[in-house]
């Protein structure tokens, strides 16, 4: 791990995350939305954000969550999300500071939509914050299985057994 990484790990007071990579909470609204069927049974709070470090070597695991989660990179390496929409697109999402090199500063990914990540730069590290609207609950998180993601997608097998 580089020394920048530790120092913001320390900085920030982040903790590891049980899908990998280390956060911290940030942020939650205290409005409350009301529940909305399946999605979101109970109620919500408007919005949540963290701040998230994952490091080269580590991997954020697949998982899906019941919101819609916006990424913003804040420092080092580039992040590469790695989306499996419902329908079994592969979408590939680069938050980065070059915009030449196809980089964003923000992505979302749509509720419902596995995703995990990577840092592919070695001997680094990406920041980068999430916002999550209707807030984050970890009741809304779901990890991967990965004979049942492989049984569903199987022209995604290797990203599958990279994330999972």
Avoid: K, N
């Avoid at 964003?104 to 730069?121: K, N, P, S, Y």
Wanted: hydrophobic share 35%; net charge negative.
């Amino acid at each position: 791990m580089t020394r920048e990484a530790t120092w913001w790990i320390e900085r920030l007071g982040l903790e590891e995350h049980p899908e990998g990579g280390c956060y911290r909470e940030t942020y939650r609204a205290p409005g409350l939305l009301p529940g909305s069927g399946d999605r979101h049974p109970t109620g919500r709070c408007f919005s949540t954000a963290i701040y998230y470090l994952l490091r080269s070597g580590e991997v954020s695991r697949l998982h899906r969550l019941r919101s819609d989660e916006l990424f913003h990179f804040y420092r080092g390496s580039p992040l590469a999300v790695h989306v499996i929409h419902e329908d079994g697109r592969y979408e590939p999402r680069i938050l980065g500071a070059d915009p030449d090199r196809g980089q964003t500063l923000q992505a979302v990914v749509r509720a419902g939509c596995w995703f995990g990540a990577t840092v592919d730069e070695a001997d680094s590290f990406a920041l980068v914050g999430c916002t999550v609207a209707p807030g984050f609950e970890f009741a809304d998180f779901e990890t991967a299985d990965r004979a049942g993601l492989v049984e569903l997608y199987p022209q995604h097998r290797a990203l599958i057994e990279r994330l999972t």
